[in-house]
């Protein structure tokens, strides 16, 4: 059996495009935007954060969120799909919310500047992140679902899928 056969087949009820569809559209969204707005979602911002060369990573940031968020939608290839943005919402993490947490710079990465710092105030901050990985996380675990390209085209096991 294929590796692509094997990493796309889902035992999922369809209900799992519920969360496809709350994960990707953000993704997508947040993708575009960087596009959209450069110099406040885009490479600026990255440049703002620290991220070494925002110009190459804030373009290639979104577009692997456009991408990526796209094939989460639609239902396909999307374990392969959850890893870039399980990377992308992980150094999202790191890089923003580890230093609210801390109260500080953290490694390369500057503070933004918020009311209050500390655990709280980072969990404030992070919620959708937060949100975002486990939705892809479980996404990884579980596949596209029943209502998918993945089921359409690769194929549905089990019978808690139909």
Known sequence: MSILLKLSETKAPPAVLLIRLMVGVVFFFEGIQK??????????????????????????????ETICGTLVIIGLLTRLAAIPLLINISVAIVSTKIPMWLG?????FTLAKLPRYGFLSMMHEAR???????GLVFLLIVGAGGWSLDALW???KGKSSQ
Do not use: N, Q
């Open 154 to 156: 690769f194929g549905v």
């Open 35 to 64: 596009f959209i707005y450069p110099a406040e979602l885009g490479a600026g911002r990255f440049a703002k954060i620290g991220i070494p060369a925002p110009e190459v990573l804030g373009p290639f940031v979104g577009g692997v």
């Open 128 to 134: 959708t992140d937060f949100s975002m990985w486990l």
């Open 104 to 108: 500080h710079g953290f490694w390369t």
